[in-house]
């Protein structure tokens, strides 16, 4: 799963889709991340003349995607017009639209948009199935990232209060959007159309409602202007985009059988020598676990391709590979509707013996502590500075966040706000890439001092960065002092 994203540019938006997310499971705002999705959807989108209309099947369940295929069909003919190698995931409402000619299709990522990644930057449009154009969130808002916090799509935080929640039925089965009586229409419409479509022109709305116009004919971005001042011409022309999609569980796509039907994993245990385990001897921690990692793509006949093992512990690796390069795999649990498929699965076995297997584990411990020592005394692992104290914590986050990012930390109203506000956004960069969970110069300066969990760690980190931004650049002295080993 992509829980995180390296670049710091996400760090503190985390918190914002965190929150939206939550609202989303009651609502119909759906808002989607570059994420792992525990399913798939095989979409179906219509033009607004219904005269043509796209089927778009990923091969993956991250969202978005480059992988999958997607054809434009006319309604009057079986075989599609034309087909391409992309698939499109992840899909909220009105963030894929075809124009009417059937030609252009205009998808839009409004989180996790990946702006040096042709085909994942904000917004694409795709001309007979080749890239024509495409913008990043900057070139479209014109809001410099580095100064001001600037969303592609507007959303409320507050739209729920414009909800009448009895007369919708809200939070059941039935609901049915019904808005207070008192509720403003343009934040009525926005709640419904913060993007729609009218006749090959693309509405959208950023955070700060100004209002941007693409034009599917001329295949661009063809002007902007403040949502206020054109509200009363384009509030009859909100719509939802007709779409359909069919929804499967990603958890059929396994490799559970090989063509001859014998279980795939009974066929690795002979080969390995060792049986099956779960994740619970894991975290037991008694018996030695053997885990590997494979991603490939399994084509119809039962093939795989792009082979890629990833082992976290000292395997027959040219045995395994060739195990996976030459057997054919079941594909009946497959849908029809995929030719081929990306995974990725794990692998965990352990020695049958029970008594050697806590002899290897004993062995394992041994060599687990060395290896956390040498990882305490590294400057850098994987390519990112480890601070080497708290005093350095503060310097690292001056170079490495924004001034934008800065100056919303120190109008924080308190302490408690920072914690609940920045604990899933930085925080959890700081723990993910300080090596405050796995084991750091850092995670050991903390765990001198008696902090024993990262959750920890990273609220002090964030306790006195909030007094170092607000000029108090002694405080953090005061708790060194007191807790020194």
């Known amino acids: 799963m992509r829980c995180e994203s390296k670049t710091i540019r996400s760090i503190l938006g985390i918190n914002f889709i965190l929150l939206v997310l939550l609202l989303s499971l009651t609502t119909n705002i759906q808002i989607h991340g570059q994420i792992s999705s525990s399913a798939v959807d095989v979409i179906k989108v219509y033009s607004q003349n219904e005269e043509y209309y796209l089927v778009s099947t990923p091969f993956n369940c991250y969202e978005p995607t480059m992988r999958g295929v997607t054809s434009v069909f006319s309604k009057e003919e079986k075989n599609p017009r034309y087909s391409f190698n992309r698939g499109f995931s992840g899909i909220g409402p009105n963030h894929l639209i075809l124009s009417n000619d059937g030609e252009v299709i205009l998808y839009i990522i ?9 085909g994942l930057k904000s917004v694409t449009i795709y001309k007979n199935g080749q890239i024509y154009k495409s913008y990043t969130t900057a070139e479209i808002t014109g809001c410099d990232p580095n100064e001001e916090r600037c969303e592609l799509e507007y959303f409320d935080l507050n739209a729920l209060s414009l909800i009448d929640e009895e007369k919708s039925k809200y939070g059941t089965k039935e609901f049915h959007l019904v808005f207070k009586e008192h509720a403003p229409e343009l934040d009525k419409f926005l709640y419904q159309y913060s993007v729609f479509s009218d006749n090959d022109i693309v509405y959208l709305v950023d955070s700060k409602k100004q209002i941007h116009y693409f034009d599917l004919k001329k295949c661009e971005h063809v002007g902007s202007d403040p949502l206020d001042k054109v509200f009363d011409q384009i509030i009859d022309k909100g719509r939802q985009t007709k779409t359909e999609k069919l929804t499967f569980s990603t958890d059929v796509f396994k490799l559970k059988k090989l063509g001859s039907g014998e279980s795939a ?82 692998y965990r076995f352990k020695n049958e013996n029970e008594r050697i297997g806590k002899k290897e584990r004993k062995k394992e411990i041994k060599e687990e502590k060395e290896a956390y020592i040498l ?84 609220s002090i980190i964030l306790d006195y960065y909030f007094d170092w931004l607000k000029g108090d650049k002694e405080t953090w002295k005061e708790w060194e002092k007191h807790t020194h080993p």
Not at 110 to 118: I, L, S
Not at 316 to 329: D, H, S, V
Request: aromatic share 12%; glycine share 6%.
């Open 265 to 346: 994993v009974v066929a690795l245990e002979k080969i390995l020598g060792l049986i099956e385990t779960d994740f619970s001897e894991d975290t037991k921690g008694k018996i030695r676990v053997y885990t590997f990692i494979v991603e490939a793509t399994i084509l119809r006949n039962g093939h795989l391709k792009n082979i890629k093992l990833d082992f976290r512990d000292k395997m027959p690796e040219e045995k395994i590979r060739a195990f996976f390069e030459k057997n054919l795999f079941d594909t009946s649990n497959i849908p029809e509707q995929f030719k081929e498929w990306d995974y990725k699965e794990v």
């Open 110 to 118: 409004p989180n996790y948009a990946e702006d040096d990644v042709e």
């Open 375 to 458: 990882l305490c005394k590294k400057e850098n692992i994987d390519g990112i500075y480890i601070p080497k104290n708290l005093e350095d914590c503060f310097y690292q986050l001056d170079k490495i966040l924004k001034d934008i990012d800065k100056k919303e930390i120190k109008e924080v109203k308190n302490k408690l706000e920072l914690i609940g506000r920045y604990h899933f956004g930085i925080g959890m960069w700081m723990r993910n890439n300080w090596g405050l969970w796995g084991g750091s110069r850092l995670q050991k300066y903390f765990l001198d001092r008696g902090v024993m969990h990262p959750d920890d760690m990273s």
